[in-house]
């Protein structure tokens, strides 16, 4: 039985995570101050001023480091994405039964991104991926869910990669830079 009353939560929450994925994707505005009517007045003093310091460069960034990042921000939204899925159309696993299903999938991922230079990129974007572990998940979860029915576990793997796409890619618009930094600078 299709939850009929839930599909306007689930409209509402992807109209939500649109316009939350489109407004942190816009670049920054500056302002400029307006000019001044008068002339600027002349500085007669002329001084010198040292040079800053120049900072240290970071290390350069490895890319095992990008892909493991890529790996965690992916897992890290498919966690969220497969709870709020299961959630809203009553599927349900054991929580062994959920982690391999996560972890399924993350392993689907990064099988196509260690496939990524074969196929010039493509099995690396974000779509291919999210289409080949949909149909993945929607095996994992018709096996390790309790529910056997396909209109309960369709529905719920389309809400879970839904999810799933818009968390990744708000999370990769705030966190990728900081987290590649931060494990580059940590040898990861």
Known sequence: MFPHSRIWHFLLLVVIFLLVTVALGRPAVQSTPAPSPGPEPRVLVQTTIPPPPVPDSPPAENPNTRMKVLLLLHVVATVFGLRAGMKVFYENT????????VAIDALAVGAMMLLGPMTEGFTAMLG??????????????????????????????????????????????????????????RGL
């Open 94 to 101: 054991m929580w062994s039964g959920f982690l391999a299903i």
């Open 128 to 185: 291919p991926q999210v289409a080949v572990t949909g149909l993945i998940m929607m095996v994992t979860l018709h096996h390790f869910g309790f529910t056997k029915e396909r209109f309960t576990v369709i529905p719920a793997v389309l809400l879970a990669k839904a999810f799933g796409f818009f968390a990744e890619v708000a999370l990769r618009m705030l966190f990728l830079d900081a987290l590649v930094r931060f494990a580059t600078s």
